[in-house]
């Protein structure tokens, strides 16, 4: 979208793992208060509170000039029943669009005034709302987001309005198919279960959408301990939970327990859509375990080594610069609470379909049929913790990592056990984790 507001992440996107921080403290000691305790580094202590209310809080100091802060919610897209789809999207959308004490404007000025930002997303498990600004505004943006979440209206003419810029998403979003087959592909891979549908929804569920609706779904799930509040910046730890404590303190609707459903397992579809596409766009992939699974680096690494971000990956030598049948393929691994997948894409023209997936298959099938060799191997980790330690220095994002962090994990891991975790990583483990998507065991859905 064109403003700062209101986006989504794309199912299978993006490299980086933001559930997990990259750059983390070294070290955890207890303080004298059983509900506070940090992870010491001589330059980024993370520190750990739980409010009166349960709302847990997790502060990461940074020398900057910038702070960030906002909520994790542990509601998304997987929370919806099938006559709420694209729900969740929603209420982040309308939850800015008046509250007790602001209209719309109000809200959009806030921040903006003095040289901030106010952004949300929402995705397949969780829905984020934070504010980047300059630092000494701290308070202005703990209590402007403690306003939206705990005092939002949804007022029906907003709420009408709102509709059509939604619908209006919705339609552009389906105009690219290199986006849209992503959803496609998880709808059959992932059919049955929350994660089988789009996370914006479709015209017919969102015509349904009322200022009731949003409330109820808010009222049900952004509760205390349903959230998590995360800082990044300056300020101390004493001043962030006292400020969190002071605005967000008077949360108290009850906690829904969330439940997750694995999703049913489904048999290897091998699609052709006819779209009248210029490009023909083909999704790739299998079903994996998810975050909480033992040695689930292996499957991001191998993801890394595949189809990753630079030039040397596999499949961007052998299908790009060695035969120009492709302007770009990548792969992804998207890890969700007790499942996940791994997928590769990639888009070219129509007759280069065919040898692309030749390619890929045989290239699969080598991982999987004998361990990579310990050198390989070597250079791969140098390079993965070396791309890690790069995507740190984005503040944002680690702070936004931090919040999921602890959201999902209880904890946020150290560098040094994020080090450790890929650096046991052995020619086994990549072998067994390329076992995965054998070619017998993938999907494939091409656009064309």
């Not at 200022?211 to 998590?228: H, I, K, Q």
């Not at 023909?280 to 990753?308: C, E």
């Not at 996940?340 to 894409?345: A, D, F, R, V």
Request: charged share 25%.
């Amino acid at each position: 979208m064109t403003s700062n507001f209101f986006c989504y992440l794309p199912k299978g996107y993006g490299f980086i793992d933001y559930d997990i921080p990259f750059t983390m403290a070294e070290n955890s000691v207890k303080s004298n208060s059983k509900s506070i305790y940090m992870a010491q580094n001589c330059s980024n202590p993370i520190t750990y509170h739980t409010l009166s209310n349960r709302l847990r809080v997790v502060h990461r100091y940074c020398d900057s000039r910038v702070e960030c802060c906002g909520l994790c919610v542990m509601a998304g897209s997987r929370n919806e029943q099938p006559e709420q789809f694209g729900l969740a999207h929603f209420v982040e959308h309308t939850i800015f669009k008046g509250t007790d004490r602001r209209r719309s404007w109000h809200i959009i000025n806030r921040m903006e005034s003095v040289g901030g930002e106010l952004n949300a997303f929402t995705s397949e498990e969780a829905t984020t709302i934070y504010s980047s600004f300059p630092a000494g505004n701290l308070a202005r943006a703990v209590e402007l987001i403690a306003d939206l979440v705990s005092r939002s209206r949804f007022p029906e003419a907003e709420i009408d309005r709102e509709r059509e810029v939604v619908l209006d998403e919705v339609d552009s979003y389906l105009d690219s198919p290199a986006e849209a087959i992503f959803d496609d592909f998880n709808e059959l891979l992932f059919a049955g279960s929350g994660l089988g549908h789009n996370i914006l929804g479709n015209e017919k569920t969102i015509k349904t959408f009322t200022s009731a609706t949003c409330r109820d779904f808010l009222d049900r799930y952004y509760t205390p301990g349903n959230m998590v509040f995360f800082y990044m910046g300056p300020a101390t730890p004493k001043r962030v939970v006292a400020t969190a404590e002071r605005y967000m303190g008077h949360f108290s609707h009850p906690d829904t327990h969330v439940d997750r459903v694995v999703p049913p397992e489904v048999e290897p579809f091998d699609i052709y859509r006819d779209l009248h596409t210029h490009q023909a766009h083909t999704v790739i992939g299998a079903r994996i375990p998810g975050m909480f699974a033992d040695k689930n680096r292996a499957y991001s690494l191998l993801t890394n080594i595949i189809g990753g971000p630079c030039m040397n990956s596999l499949l961007n030598v052998a299908l790009r610069e060695r035969r120009g049948y492709v302007y770009s393929v990548d792969a992804y691994t998207s890890l969700f609470t007790d499942c996940g997948e791994m997928t590769i894409y990639f888009g070219c023209d129509r007759e280069h379909v065919k040898p692309c997936r030749r390619i890929i298959s045989d290239t699969l099938t080598r991982l999987a049929d004998s361990p990579m060799k310990e050198r390989t191997l070597s250079a791969a980790k140098k390079q993965y913790i070396g791309q890690t330690i790069v995507a740190a220095e984005n503040r944002e994002q680690m702070a936004l990592s931090t919040g999921r962090a602890l959201l999902f994990n209880g904890h946020v891991a150290t560098r040094s056990e994020i080090i450790d975790r890929i650096m046991s990583l052995t020619p086994e483990h990549l072998r067994m984790a390329a076992e995965a998507i054998v070619p017998d065991r993938c999907s494939i859905l091409t656009f064309g």
